[in-house]
């Protein structure tokens, strides 16, 4: 039965929070933002609605806060609640307590979260429908040596992974059988440090891997349907930093194969709901690695491709609509690439660079879109993930959104922190990008040496000099100046 949604509460921040908002906007819908101390004066929370301080600004004591999220939604009578990505979007308990008050949970039930969001318990689902596999063991590892021979028998090198979680953390790339037992011993701990369940599992490692995945989407009437698929190779800390849709690399019957393979594994957890299911390929063949269960950070290329609003899409399914017959027939519409936009030093190995936006001025033009929630004068706060932004173009080709990628990269100017622009830069322009030979080694095989970014470097150094000039003109304000003096500005 339809359940009619005419509030949503958001429980995220930043440029997510504020995405779902203009959604809600366009199909009339309320929007209700919580907000921590440290976002009182932020764009989405200005944009909503209706908004609710929930706690100070570290997550644990608001954004992570389950109980006052939904304390604050049942006094506003809100209708349902949107989880955005990361802080509680794949959290089981949160999601049936969000159910059990009464709210709908706009995102797959508390059992598809569960089975999903541990990478073991992943697997066993999926087996049954003959998914490919990576080679490996597919239960918790618990013997140091019994793990190694294990290890030895699938042939070095091997990867070890955290059961829970993912980003990066709890996962080593093991050479030899020499070094297996100080890597596994860090593996584990670093796993139980980030997630709180120290379980690791081995598999093969594969050493020319795409990052391949498939969006899909499913309605709570067994109707399941895929968009596509992304290409996320280029990372850095196994962290995606440029992702791109479609990928240069599949063919149709491939993009096919992939596509039935991912709504297989949604039908293997009675999945609902928008969800990517991830994959390993290499050498025209493909190995499941995992599903999220929630929206993705790159979820704008999908769009762009195939005139989907997934945002909407997914308030539809959570109502109780079935998908519509559209998405049956939808055929991929030009390239699209993002880029993630970071407060991060790529000279410095992508270390965050926590500081105040001096000035923020956005690409604009005809197939770029910015999805962001930042102005001038704000600054990065400590305590969240160092995104600024995330830059998007739509082109009639790949090359056609290369070359507009450029050329918004070029009017986008953020002063103030150091960010992964110029390093995106070099990586869209680098010729393994461009002729489409790349896997997920791309940094480490071609970004050794970072002062290849010197040059815009000194670009931006330019732009800094022209903003003291601009001042003692009183073109501009005093507060678009960095605080501290560089040897730049004395000369």
């Keep these: 039965m339809k359940k009619e949604i005419k509030k949503i509460l958001v429980a995220n921040r930043g440029e997510i929070a504020l995405r779902v908002m203009k959604t809600c906007k366009n199909l009339g819908i309320n929007s209700v933002a919580i907000y921590s101390e440290a976002d009182q004066s932020a764009p989405f929370v200005k944009y909503a609605d209706e908004a609710v301080l929930v706690g100070p600004a570290p997550s644990i004591k608001s ?4 109980d006052k999220i939904i304390s604050e939604a049942l006094k506003l009578n809100v209708d349902a609640i949107h989880p955005g990505y990361g802080f509680l979007s794949e959290n089981a308990e949160f ?10 949970f706009i995102g797959p039930s508390p059992k598809a979260i569960e089975i999903m969001g541990d990478k073991l318990s992943a697997k066993n689902a999926v087996m049954e429908y003959d998914i490919p596999m990576v080679p490996g063991l597919n239960t918790a590892v618990t013997d140091v040596n019994e793990a190694k021979e294990s290890a030895e028998k699938i042939g070095f090198p091997i990867l070890i992974k955290a059961s829970a979680g993912g980003g990066g953390k709890g996962m080593r790339i093991v050479e030899n059988k020499d070094e297996f037992e100080d890597q596994m011993k860090r593996a584990v701990s670093e796993a139980e440090n980030a997630f709180g369940n120290g379980a690791v599992f081995i598999e093969k490692y594969i050493t020319e891997p795409r990052h391949i995945e498939i969006q899909i989407l499913a309605d709570q009437h067994g109707n399941i349907v895929h968009l596509f698929e992304r290409d996320c190779s280029i990372q850095r800390r196994h962290q995606k930093v440029i992702e791109e849709a479609p990928s240069s690399v599949l063919s149709a019957e491939m993009r096919e194969k992939m596509g039935q393979a991912a709504c297989d594994v949604a039908r293997a957890c009675d999945y609902y709901g928008a969800g990517t299911v991830e994959f390993i390929y290499e050498n025209d063949s493909f190995y499941f690695l995992e599903m999220n269960t929630r929206l993705q950070v790159e979820h704008p290329v999908t769009e762009l491709i195939s005139g989907v609003d997934l945002v909407e899409e997914q308030v539809k399914i959570a109502s109780g609509e079935v998908l519509s017959d559209y998405l049956n027939n939808l055929k991929i519409i030009g390239h699209a ?11 410095n190995d992508f270390l965050p660079d926590i500081g105040k936006i001096l000035v ?4 604009t033009g005809e197939g770029v879109r910015v999805d962001d929630a930042i102005e001038a004068g704000m600054d990065i706060p400590i305590y969240y993930d160092p995104m600024i932004s995330k830059l998007i173009v739509h082109g009639e080709n790949r090359t056609d959104a290369i070359n507009k990628m450029i050329k918004a990269i070029d009017e986008y100017d953020i002063v103030g922190v150091k960010t992964t622009l110029s390093f995106c830069k070099y990586a869209i322009n680098h010729p393994d990008f461009r002729s489409g030979n790349f896997d997920t080694r791309f940094v480490k095989l071609n970004f050794s040496d970072p002062s290849i ?3 815009d470097n000194e670009t931006v150094k330019a732009g800094l000099a022209a903003i003291y000039h601009l001042n003692k003109m009183d073109k501009i304000d005093q507060t678009f100046l960095p605080s501290d003096e560089s040897s730049w500005r004395k000369k």
Excluded: C, F, H, W
């Design 63 to 66: 954004y992570l806060n389950q």
């Design 453 to 455: 970014l010197q040059a």
């Design 360 to 363: 923020y001025n956005k690409p």
């Design 337 to 347: 690439l993002e880029l993630r936009v970071y407060a991060e030093d790529p000279m």
């Design 95 to 104: 999601a049936s307590k969000v159910t059990d008050a009464g709210i709908i």
